[in-house]
């Protein structure tokens, strides 16, 4: 990640590479000019910084924070101790932000304002998960006929040469479809309701509604 510009006086929190959020939902906005832009509305913190590493003490420079509320009989006994260290209470989910430049302190709460309208973002998530899928679905195979006395339609058929008596790696098959990290460039904020901790994102973003997603400034 490019490192960020030198801290300003009313907010240490701008040297925050990213931050951990929930996609809401999509709906849409209009801009001056009249037209309709799709957008959609990811939750972004309130953080907690639980930790801060760097590279004499841990090897690399990072910044761990903190997001979403957890019931403190859910919390082990390891991580109560880690978060109270850092003066941070019970939290759900904890995320590491690469950066050299670390201008926070543990225990500061970061939001939404970290962004400004017009900022190109990079957002990650986990896909919809779509479960078990043939090779139609899931590599967009095209099949056989439906017709003419086809018996095979839909399926995969011949698995590959006998000679080697085993299935190449990589192989496209039937099986499970979705469910996995997406990372999507190229995104960029519309607007941001630094009250409520809310971005606007131009376009779509991986991941179900209510799903954990991580925003980065991007570097592009």
Do not use: C
């Not at 939750?43 to 403190?72: F, H």
């Not at 479809?177 to 460039?185: A, D, F, I, K, L």
């Amino acid at each position: 990640m490019r490192s960020a510009p030198p801290v300003e006086a009313e907010g240490e929190n701008k040297m925050l590479p990213g931050i951990l959020g929930k996609k809401v939902g999509m709906t849409h906005i209009f801009n001056d000019a009249g037209h309709m832009v799709p957008v959609t509305v990811i939750e972004a913190g309130p953080v907690t910084v639980t930790q801060i590493k760097t590279l004499a003490a841990d090897g690399y420079s990072a910044v761990q924070v903190g997001y979403g509320d957890k019931k403190a009989a859910k919390v082990t006994f390891q991580q109560a101790g880690h978060l109270k260290k850092a003066g941070a209470g019970p939290l759900k989910v904890m995320r590491e932000f690469r950066t050299d430049n670390i201008a926070v302190e543990a225990g500061q709460v970061v939001g939404a304002d970290i962004f400004e309208p017009g900022e190109k973002i990079t957002v990650r998530g986990i896909s919809k998960g779509k479960g078990f899928a043939g090779v139609v679905k899931r590599w967009k195979f095209k099949g056989q006929h439906m017709t003419h006395g086809y018996m095979t339609h839909r399926r995969p058929l011949s698995n590959g040469a006998t000679g080697p008596a085993r299935v190449f790696k990589g192989k496209k098959g039937p099986g499970h479809m979705g469910h996995e990290q997406v990372t999507q460039g190229g995104l960029k904020i519309v607007q941001v309701d630094a009250e409520r901790n809310l971005l606007l994102v131009s376009g779509s973003v991986p991941g179900p509604n209510g799903g954990l997603v991580q925003v980065f400034k991007s570097s592009r």
